[in-house]
């Protein structure tokens, strides 16, 4: 696990597109030891050695504000450069191909699948503390004790539990955090999450110390 002190610190790119305190995730993943660097920069993108994308709010106006930014089509090419890529909140709910919530709106396509409504009977959003069954062979959620609390505010989550490593209970069974090679993502919040979001996020960031090694070789 990672810390403030370890070094190399990797270059994480937290991607800038205006929208939620995406600043509150850059200093969380400084916290777990990485050189995190909010930014729009292109070639910033190109060399980090993973990226990030935040989000809160409504998926159709997180997609356009992405859109708009020319951010949409670097986030499809660095998922797809192998690099650790971490979603969050909307952030992941954008790296699904469409969402109820924004009927007509595409999202990223990085990943097959709609985005569904939280099922009728709970409170929505689900804006609390909720425990989180953790499929124990997962990079993103290693080190975690069972069954660890982490904090949720959505009314959405992945309806395809394919590539789940991560569920809570909310009505029904939720997909709460996805792995899929190096590209990952947390319906919850790890940067309001307290230390079990904090080693999340130095699992990510390990991960991208790894990477940087690779790529020097």
Same mark, same amino acid.
């Given at each position: ?6 070094? @190399?610190? @990797?270059?994480? +790119? ?18 777990? %030891?990485?050189d ?8 910033l ?11 809160? %709010?409504n998926?159709?106006? !997180?997609?356009? =504000?992405?859109? +708009? #930014? ?5 986030? /499809?090419?660095?998922? +797809? ?7 969050i #909140? ?7 191909e ?16 709609? /985005? ?27 080190? &975690?004790?069972?069954? @660890?609390w ?7 989550? @992945?309806?395809?539990?394919?590539? +789940?490593?991560?569920? !809570? ?7 709460a ?8 993502? !947390? ?9 079990? %979001?904090?080693?999340? &996020?130095?699992?990510?960031?390990? =991960? !991208? ?8 070789n």
């Amino acid at each position: 696990m990672s810390t403030e002190s370890d070094l @190399p610190r @990797p270059l994480v +790119a937290v991607l800038d597109y205006g929208i939620g305190n995406l600043r509150s995730a850059q200093k969380a993943l400084q916290k777990a %030891g990485a050189d995190a660097q909010l930014t729009a920069d292109p070639e910033l993108i190109a060399k980090a050695d993973g990226v990030v994308l935040p989000g809160v %709010g409504n998926f159709g106006r !997180c997609m356009q =504000a992405l859109h +708009a #930014c020319g951010l949409a089509e670097l986030a /499809v090419n660095a998922a +797809a450069s192998g690099r650790p890529f971490l979603g969050i #909140c909307v952030g992941l709910q954008m790296l699904y191909e469409w969402s109820d919530e924004s009927p007509g709106v595409a999202g990223l396509g990085i990943m097959a699948g709609t /985005v569904v409504r939280l099922p009728d009977g709970v409170k929505r959003p689900q804006m609390q503390w909720n425990q989180l069954h953790r499929v124990p062979t997962s990079s993103l959620l290693a080190g &975690l004790g069972d069954d @660890p609390w982490v904090y949720f505010v959505h009314s959405y989550s @992945p309806e395809d539990p394919t590539h +789940a490593v991560g569920t !809570c209970e909310y009505g029904n069974t939720v997909v709460a955090a996805i792995e899929a090679g190096t590209v990952w993502g !947390c319906q919850f919040h790890p940067e309001k999450s307290g230390a079990n %979001g904090l080693r999340i &996020l130095a699992n990510f960031v390990d =991960a !991208c110390v790894g990477a940087a090694m690779s790529a020097q070789n």
